[in-house]
């Protein structure tokens, strides 16, 4: 079973920027796909970022171009850097890996953007 733990969330105001980590219990060489999700207030949780495990990846519509996902698999991490956020970036987010075909989430950190 991998554990998952999310890192880097926080205040941040609109037009500034965030990194998010998500460290995985065992290396990630076995891990097909890894993800960020985000649920904001009142909201379903949706897809922020996702890569493979060849480095494909795949972005929600509202980040493209001001969200970046990469694999670490020194540190067996998936990391998101957030630049330019809005307040409707809000949320909690997941980290979301699949390891031979079962699903497993993190607890979440959440991300205010706010003035």
């Known amino acids: 079973q991998v554990q998952l733990v999310e890192s880097g969330g926080g205040l941040v105001q609109p037009g500034g920027s965030l990194r998010l980590s998500c460290a995985a219990s065992?290396?990630?060489?076995?891990?097909?796909?890894m993800g960020w999700y985000r649920q904001g207030p009142g909201k379903e949780r949706d897809l922020v970022a996702a890569?493979?495990?060849?480095?494909?990846?795949n972005y929600g519509e509202s980040v493209k171009g001001r969200f970046i996902i990469s694999r670490d698999t020194a540190k067996n991490a998936v990391n998101l850097q957030m630049n330019r956020l809005v307040p409707e970036d809000t949320g909690v987010y997941y980290c979301?890996?699949?390891?031979?075909?079962?699903?497993?989430w993190g607890k979440g950190t959440l991300v205010t953007v706010s003035s």
């Open positions: 979301n890996v699949v390891q031979r075909g079962i699903n497993y």
């Open positions: 065992e290396t990630i060489l076995s891990i097909s796909y």
């Open positions: 890569i493979t495990s060849i480095g494909n990846t």
